[in-house]
């Protein structure tokens, strides 16, 4: 008589597809790519204006070149994630200037900590990038002191921050991990930066990691705990100063993103046709406005959007003078086979060009970095077994 044939167990529905995933990948290839070229252009004398306009004209150009084939008769939509941003010494983020500002004429000096973001999307999953640079540098001119301590933290809490993203563990491990990583170096995390969850068209979820948080902030922010098949962005900044602080100063807000949460009518007709522009070229994502029809029209604008949270601004935020800031952001999948970086490593860091006196001396944290991004399944079920 024949066994009666036991049924397989249904296999559980996945949040992304593998076909999610390549086009995350995609994006990612993408990003370091064009992260590449303008590491190479960012030299001593380069205006920080070309750089942005070219970061941004490389991302258009290679998301152009892929899936150009609809999808089930539909167009898949690809572009920009996140505008290029060239911020520079403790200029935090987001600076990325129009040809009308007063710090439209700034230029890369040697030693310069130069922090490159950018962003690119396939069919609206997303892969954004940062890292920093120093204008300069080199192994035989390494770079030293503060600049050096701010980029070396940075570059380590980053990593300690991607060992804690995995499924089961809580977001406060990250944000305690980055907090004692900075601390060896004598630095900061840049107090309530955020690093969140992306999904298909959001790369700002609810689900959210905070840096350096204020009791308020620590309060105020929602303990979560990362699942099987979540994506993040993981935005790292660092700083030399005491506290972390930062506040906005003269710079210009120039890149903007629609609250996707948020209905509201706008009352006046310049705002709406501005609005539409907008969803028109960026969709869900950050746009600079550099790249509408009208500068002067946009900003007057984007005021009744921006007021009533309609449009959320990427504010320019400075530590204080004299200080650094340093970053690294990744883009981070979580599939049943462990984590997997969407973006690459970054391309410009290596332990050669950075001399510290300071070196990490916690062992729990030193175990943790030693750790692979993704353990071995296989022999991990080994070693258990023998135990």
């Known amino acids: 008589m024949a066994e009666p044939q036991v049924p397989k167990p249904a296999e559980k529905p996945r949040l992304i597809s593998e076909a999610d995933i390549t086009k995350y990948k995609t994006a990612g290839d993408i990003v370091n790519d064009v992260m590449k070229k303008l590491i190479a252009l960012a030299v001593e004398g380069q205006k920080v204006i070309d750089l942005c306009i070219e970061g941004d004209k490389l991302l258009e150009e290679a998301t152009g070149g892929v899936y150009n084939k609809g999808v089930k008769g539909v167009k ?7 505008p290029t941003c060239v911020s520079v010494n403790n200029a935090v983020a987001h600076f990325s200037p129009l040809a009308s500002d007063s710090l439209a004429s700034q230029v890369l000096a040697k030693d310069d900590v130069v922090k490159l973001h950018i962003g690119a999307h ?11 640079i120093v204008v300069g540098a080199s192994e035989e001119n390494p770079v030293t002191g503060r600049r050096a301590d701010v980029l070396k933290a940075a570059w380590h809490a980053a990593e300690a921050a991607l060992r804690q993203v995995k499924v089961g563990n809580k977001n406060w491990a990250v944000t305690d991990a980055v907090a004692k990583v900075a601390a060896a170096w004598d630095c900061k995390p840049v107090e309530g930066m955020l690093s969140c969850q992306h999904t298909q068209n959001v790369i700002d979820g609810k689900k959210r990691i905070i840096l350096n948080p204020t009791e308020a902030q620590r309060r105020d922010t929602e303990t979560i705990t990362f699942a099987e098949d979540e994506v993040y962005g993981i935005d790292i900044l660092i700083s030399s100063g005491e506290d972390g602080k930062a506040r906005v100063e003269d710079s210009r807000t120039t890149v903007y993103q629609k609250e996707g949460t948020v209905t509201y009518q706008l009352k006046m007709k310049n705002s709406r046709a501005v609005f539409s522009e907008m969803q028109k070229k960026a969709g869900a994502f950050p746009i600079n406005i550099r790249v509408l029809e009208d500068e002067k029209r946009a900003r007057l604008g984007l005021q009744e959007a921006v007021s009533h949270g309609l449009v959320k601004p990427y504010e ?13 952001h990744y883009t981070i999948a979580l599939p049943p086979a462990g984590p997997l970086l969407i973006t690459h490593p970054p391309t410009w860091y290596k332990p050669e060009l950075v001399k510290t006196e300071k070196e990490l001396e916690d062992e729990e944290l030193k175990s943790l970095l030693a750790k692979p991004l993704r353990e071995n399944k296989k022999k991990k079920k080994a070693e258990g077994a023998e135990a």
């Open 76 to 82: 898949v939509s690809k572009g920009i994630a996140f």
């Open 122 to 132: 396939i069919d609206g999953f997303a892969a954004i990038s940062a890292e920093t």
């Open 316 to 328: 320019v935020v400075y530590t204080p003078a004299n200080t650094f800031v340093a970053t690294f």
